[in-house]
T-cell receptor
């Protein structure tokens, strides 16, 4: 059981490029959560997804950010036209929901230059 | 006011000291999590509590549901315990967990 896998661990993008962050939940987990940690700040909720459904995206910026969790494959957090302020660590967590709690991935550190 | 409050924000102690980090929350919860994050590192889940007390090695976590308060204790602290410790409340609803701002712990050799 490999746990929650996030890749890449580090991602550098120039302003205006797109960033794609991937999260493979733990085997059997069908709930995925994305969190953002800005430098020197706490973790903030972004979006909660189940397979093929966005359940709660109240923490997502209205523009440039999108997330999906397809029937097959990892969950993807996509940031279009990145800006310097998007530089942060992005963490994914998954849960079974009916059983024990969350398992976190190691995060993706996005740097926009 | 944040729904999850941690104290202290920063803590520096000598190796060997007994450490206590506190967490108070204002929402109804199904569980409370303690997480550890090393500088530049990922997040490790230390405990998930819904009542009572749990122990893992030198780490102890307690929760008082009536008082909506949890504590994380570290016995015989060591420099490798230096990290940010985060309390997170898992609400009584099908929703996202709520994080405290973290306690930055620095253990001096």
């Amino acid at each position: 059981n490999a746990g929650v896998m996030q890749n890449p661990r580090h991602l550098v993008r120039r302003r205006g490029q797109e960033a794609r962050l991937r999260c493979s939940p733990m085997k059997g987990h069908s709930h995925v959560y994305w969190y953002r940690q800005l430098p020197e700040e706490g973790l903030k909720f972004m979006v909660y997804l189940q397979k093929e459904n966005i359940i709660d995206e109240s923490g997502m910026p209205k523009e440039r950010f999108s997330a999906e969790f397809p029937k097959e494959g990892p969950s993807i957090l996509r940031i279009q036209q990145v800006v310097r302020g998007d530089s942060a660590a992005y963490f994914c967590a998954s849960s079974l929901r009916t059983g024990p709690g969350y398992t976190f991935g190691s995060g993706t550190r996005l740097t926009v230059v | 006011k944040n729904e999850v409050e941690q104290s202290p924000q920063n803590l520096t102690a000598q190796e060997g000291e007994f450490i206590t980090i506190n967490c108070s929350y204002s929402v109804g919860i199904s569980a409370l999590h303690w997480l550890q994050q090393h500088p530049g590192g990922g997040i490790v889940s230390l405990f998930m509590l819904s009542s009572g007390k749990k122990k893992h090695g030198r780490l102890i976590a307690t929760i008082n549901i009536q008082e909506k308060h949890s504590s994380l204790h570290i016995t015989a602290s060591h420099p490798r315990d230096s990290a940010v410790y985060i309390c997170a409340a898992d609400p009584n609803r099908d929703d996202k967990i709520i994080f405290g701002k973290g306690t930055r712990l620095h253990i001096l050799p």
